[in-house]
Structure formats: structure tokens, C-alpha cells
């Protein structure tokens, strides 16, 4: 029998959970399903039931090739969300890191990791949202990460940390990194982080792991950052990464093709303190877009490169304006962005608000006449509009902005009401408009 003071300690603590978990229910519980921002007169939606949802990271394809379904992560697992019905249905149980959507057979690609005497083992698989069936892809090399998965669903992409893996080799793995141990006090901040992180020159490998016999191939050697990989979603041998850190110091956006040709820098500094990055492609696989800063936080673009031609397009933007992140519809004819807090890249003067961009191009009065006009940049500019405010958003979360497939939604996710969830804001305005 426990003692007095033990049994308690028990009643107390079940009353403080059982008081907890109501609160969290009634917190919830105040967070609209829909609503009209009686700022932008758009419809809003929450797609989400579970406090801590997330939708994906921008770049990333959360979409079935169907248009129907849009996988999400949940504090206990992986979510599909039926985009006509908004109906929920729980796809894989427990913590998983999602990779991609497969662009051929609509599976969801995630990871698995565990960790034995402070060494960590990443399993890849592979769940079908439909039959539920799951199976096992690759177990991954030591000190190895993939972020990427092919259009044709034969090849995964990511990076070995040399260094990790020797210290392994060794049998003198570091432990873990956690928010209180000694690497976030070592990391006062991600700017001081990403200096940090830069100056330490840590080898790395650019690689491919074939998915049916699990070889490692590797593109590219060095002791630049290698990070951001993502496969073009049409061109199965196409790779694009960057070279990680404080952007102003990197030359950032990078492809190379999967036999390890062809490694071509996508823009190249013409002043001092110009920064690019968060790159992403459009849907066809034809360009590639990036946020572009002619200097920092002074004059802002979104530019593009078409990887086939190697035409340029660059559209201005106002700096209130700004986003964290940007995207394009599945289309290419309309740009979406998240904003940026007040301590962004261009505060004082950002706004917090997912944006809708109307992309317009500069009159051309040459006529054809001059002789390298396929050689220059073509201008344009962003006709923005508002579509949420997220005033009561904080940025330490990114919104990350994503299309649906029909084009009438845009995805992102918001702690505007204090958990995190999933969100969607329907393009068309709404004449009818109410409060929250």
C-alpha cells in the first residue's frame, strides 16, 4: 500500500493533469473552425483538429497527384486532410519526419530515428495514405540525412557529416543536442548559430542513396554547408542545394546532376551585401525562384532562373511586403507570401500578413532591337494583396506558404490563437465579411 504522503502527491498531480488537459480543450475550443478576416475579407479555415499540427515546410509537396489529400504532421504522428471534406484521418502513429509527398505514387516518405548509447539510427519508409500499408526504404549510413525524394520515386538525397561519422567510427559519439544541453547554450541565437556553423568548415558529402539496393553515391565533397537539397519534381537527375550560412558571406543556390556533372552556381553577387536564398521550383521543374536582396534589407525581389533556358526574371516588391518564405502556384501565374515579424530582415516596415502576388512585367520599349536582350534580366513587380493578419502571429513559428493543386487555397500554418495549427485562406474574397 503507498504511504499517506505518496497517494497524496498522486490525487494532486491527476487533479493538475486532469486540469490541464481541460484548459488545453477549452483553449481549443475558442479557435474558430472559419471565419472571414474582416481585415482582407477572405475566407479562413482551420484545417486541423490537434493543437501542434503543422503543415510542411515550404518547399516541400504535401499533395497527393491527385489534388485530393494534404499530409500533415500532429504531435502523434502523420495526418491526411481530404481537401473537399476537410476530413482528418491518422496515417502513421508516432513521431516521424516527413521527407516528401512521392510525386508518382502519392506515398508519404518520412523518417525514423532512434538513438542507442548517444548514436542515432535513421530508418526511411514508406506509407501509402490510402491502404495505410507501410514499407521499409533504406536504413540509413551513420551521421547520414536525407530531406529529398526524386520525381520518379528511385533515389533519395541528403548529406554525410564526415566528421560524425568518424567520431562514431571512434566510438565517441556526441550526445544528442536538446534545448537545454550544452550545444543551445553554445548556439545563443540561429545569426550566431550560422556564424558558428560556417567558420567551423565541417566536411560534408552531397549524396544519393539508390532506394532498391540502397547504394550511396556521392556528388560532391567539401567543407562548405550543404544544406536545403530538394530534387526538381520533374526531372528525376536533377538536384538542387545551397551553401548554408549567414547569406551575405555564402554563395548560396546550387544544382548538379545525379552522375555528379553539371554543378552550376543559379546567381551570382554583383554588390556587396546582396543576399539570396530560400530557394525553391516551380511545379513544372522549369525554374527555380529565390528571395533576392540588392543589398540586404533595402531593395527586395523575387527572382527567377529557368533551368532550361537560363532566362532571368526579377519581381520587385515593396519591403513591407517581405516574406520569410515565398511560393507559386501550381501554374506559375500568381506568388504567395507569409510576411515577417517586427524583428525580420525588413522591419521596421514588414507586415504580418499572408500575401497574395500578382505577378506584372515592365513594359519592354526595345522593340527586340538590342542584341543581348536574351542575355538581361527581364523586370516585373508583385501587385500584392492581403489576405490574413496575422498581427497576433509570432514568427518564431514560419507560416510557410503552399498552394493547393486546384489553386482556390492557400495552406499555411499560425499560432495566431496560441496552439499551432493548420490553416487555409480561399484566394476568391468573400463579399460577406464578420469578425473572428
Known sequence: MPQRGTKS???????????????????????????VDQDTGHRVVRLSDEPGSQSLYFHQNAYTPDGQKLIITTPTGLSAIDLKTRAIEKIVEGRAGVIIIGKKTGQVYYTRTVTTDNVRSTTVY????????????????????VSTVNADETLLAGIIDDKLAAAIKEGKPPAPPTQQGPRADAYPGKGQMMENRLAERRPLQLITIDMKTGQVKTLLRGTDWYNHVQ????????????????????????????????????????????????????????????????PRSQVFWVAGYNVKSGERIWYHLKPSEWSVHFNVSPDGTLFAG?????????????????????????????????PNAKDLIRPGFFK??????LSKHDYSLEPNVTFT????????????????????????????????
Open 126 to 145: 514508406a506509407t501509402d495514405l490510402n491502404t495505410k500499408a507501410t514499407r521499409e526504404i533504406v536504413k540509413l549510413p551513420p551521421a547520414t540525412s
Open 338 to 370: 507569409d510576411g515577417g515579424g517586427p524583428n525580420s530582415v525588413a522591419a521596421p516596415d514588414n507586415g504580418q500578413w499572408i500575401y497574395l502576388f500578382q505577378p506584372q512585367m515592365v513594359l519592354d520599349r526595345t522593340n527586340g532591337e538590342l
Open 384 to 389: 500584392a494583396e492581403k489576405l490574413v493578419n
Open 405 to 436: 493543386p486546384d489553386m482556390k487555397w492557400i495552406v499555411f500554418r499560425s499560432n495566431m490563437f496560441g496552439p499551432t495549427h493548420v490553416f487555409a485562406v480561399e484566394i476568391a474574397k468573400k463579399t460577406t465579411v464578420s469578425s473572428r
Open 231 to 294: 530534387f526538381s519534381p520533374t526531372d528525376p537527375a536533377l538536384l538542387m542545394f545551397c551553401h548554408e550560412g549567414p547569406w551575405h558571406k555564402v554563395d548560396r543556390t546550387w544544382t548538379i546532376r545525379t552522375d555528379g556533372t553539371q554543378l552550376t552556381q543559379i546567381h551570382r553577387r554583383t554588390m556587396l551585401m546582396e543576399i539570396e536564398g530560400h530557394e525553391w521550383f516551380s511545379a513544372d521543374g522549369n525554374w527555380i525562384w529565390y528571395d533576392l536582396q540588392t
Open 9 to 35: 502527491l498522486l490525487m494532486v498531480s491527476c487533479a493538475l493533469c486532469a486540469f490541464l488537459w481541460q484548459g488545453a480543450l477549452a483553449q481549443h475550443s475558442e479557435i474558430p473552425r472559419e471565419w
